[in-house]
């Protein structure tokens, strides 16, 4: 598809479990990107990979949250350990690099994530 | 720190009026300023962007300007209509770090026919 793929759409998990939400970006874009969402809330930012760099981890709100991204594409973000707090949409977007800023992202429809 | 403030919601007005949502920010760089929009189950999307003061980014009959001397990036439209009921984000990035860009908490817009 041509636009910014997230798996699953929903989760639904128990608290304590561990959850893997994947995102697969735009073909070519270097710059990938998640987000969280709770209700009623603004986009907090969580980490960040372009290229080969190594990732912007500055916004994972703690260690259970990791995330990678093989050969340059696809992304999975893990929660372990999940935590009711955790119940948020989770959103993907990716962009080109625009070395002077200004890149437009991308976002996918996002991983509705429920911890019980 | 880097942040963005806009204007809280929810908004509601009729067909044909007039819309104003604000947005200012802080940032400690020269950021690039944006709108994007969620309509109803759909994901983000660009609305419109701005990458310099005095800059203006327009779409769909929407309209922002870059105001570097009052930090703002307010949207405006002169006659929306009820296709345009959504929640709108305005966001910031940085162009020395491109990946950090900060999103304000959106407003949510009903136009009623």
């Known amino acids: 598809g041509a636009g910014v793929s997230q798996s699953p759409s929903n989760k639904v998990t128990e608290k304590g479990k561990d959850v893997e939400l994947r995102c697969d970006p735009i073909?070519?874009?270097?710059?990938l990107y998640w987000y969280r969402q709770s209700l009623g809330q603004g986009l907090e930012f969580l980490i960040y990979?372009?290229?080969?760099?190594?990732?912007?981890k500055s916004g994972l709100p703690s260690d259970r949250f990791s995330a990678e991204r093989t050969g340059g594409s696809v992304s999975t973000l893990t929660i372990q350990r999940t935590q009711q707090e955790d119940s948020a949409v989770y959103l993907c977007?990716?962009?080109?690099?625009?070395?002077?800023?200004?890149?437009?992202?991308?976002f996918g429809p996002g991983t509705r994530l429920l911890v019980l | 720190g880097n942040s963005v403030t806009q204007m809280e919601g929810p908004v509601t007005l009729s067909e044909e009026a007039f819309l104003t949502i604000n947005c200012t920010y802080t940032?400690?760089?020269?950021?690039?300023l944006f709108w994007y929009v969620q309509y109803p189950g759909e994901g983000l999307q660009l609305l419109l962007k701005?990458?310099?003061?005095?800059d203006k980014g327009s779409n769909k009959g929407f309209e922002a300007t870059y105001r570097k001397e009052t930090t703002s990036f307010h949207l405006e439209k002169g006659s929306v209509q009820v296709s345009d009921s959504a929640v709108y984000f305005c966001?910031?990035?940085?162009?020395?770090?491109?990946?950090?860009?900060?999103f304000g908490d959106g407003t949510t817009l009903t136009v009623k026919p």
């Open positions: 966001a910031l990035s940085l162009n020395t770090n491109a990946g950090k860009s900060t």
């Open positions: 701005a990458t310099k003061a005095d």
């Open positions: 977007a990716s962009s080109l690099f625009v070395s002077g800023g200004g890149e437009t992202q991308y």
């Open positions: 940032a400690t760089g020269y950021p690039s």
């Open positions: 073909s070519g874009h270097t710059a």
């Open positions: 990979f372009q290229g080969n760099s190594a990732p912007d």
